[in-house]
């Protein structure tokens, strides 16, 4: 399933479920949202690194991937299948007609690109040039569907609007 796909209730459904607050979340659902958002880590609770939850541990984070949420952007890239090939440089530079500068549309000429390959990975340069970081055009994947290495996924904070109990 791609990763874009998962629920909160498959993952939560894995978790110890005891809503110790140990990693930071309020509740193990919430937890679970952290995961998908890629604000947190499989790794960032404690309980799951016990060996009775080696199980759920393994298929979180076979379910999740390795990705790592690049800080300040909605990207979240697996750094062992990057290649710095740069397709997704490009296909950004070349699809976006328009892009963001201080909340408002500007011609992309105006603004530097938002992503660069450096040291032979993507970077994030400049998250303000990305249309997702303006509300309302969060809809932009382009970077992500193009990479040939599927090292590159998008995705947005989420808070859960419910707890379990
Ligand atoms: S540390 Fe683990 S068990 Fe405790 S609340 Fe967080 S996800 Fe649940
Ligand atoms: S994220 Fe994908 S498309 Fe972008 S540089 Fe890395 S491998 Fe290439
Ligand atoms: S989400 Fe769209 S605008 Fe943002 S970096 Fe990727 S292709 Fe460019």
């Keep these: ?89 490009a296909v950004c530079i070349r699809a976006l007609t328009t892009i963001t500068k201080n909340g408002r549309l500007a011609q992309r000429a105006a603004v530097p690109p938002p992503l660069k390959v450096m040291d032979g990975r993507l970077q994030v340069v400049e998250w303000s040039s990305c249309k997702r970081a303006v509300p309302g055009l969060d809809i932009c994947n382009l970077c992500a569907e193009k990479c040939p290495f599927s090292a590159l996924d998008l995705v947005k904070p989420e808070e859960p609007d419910q707890e379990d109990s």
């Design 1 to 89: 399933m791609p990763r874009k796909d998962l629920q909160p209730l498959q993952i939560y459904r894995l978790l110890p479920r005891t809503n110790c607050k140990l990693c930071g979340c309020p509740t193990c659902y919430a937890f679970a949202f952290n995961l998908i958002s890629r604000s947190r880590r499989v790794e960032d609770c404690p309980e799951l690194l016990k060996d009775e939850f080696g199980e759920s541990f393994r298929a979180l984070k076979k379910m999740l991937g390795e990705g790592e949420r690049i800080a300040g952007s909605d990207h979240v890239l697996d750094r062992s299948r990057c290649t710095g090939c740069g397709d997704c440089v």
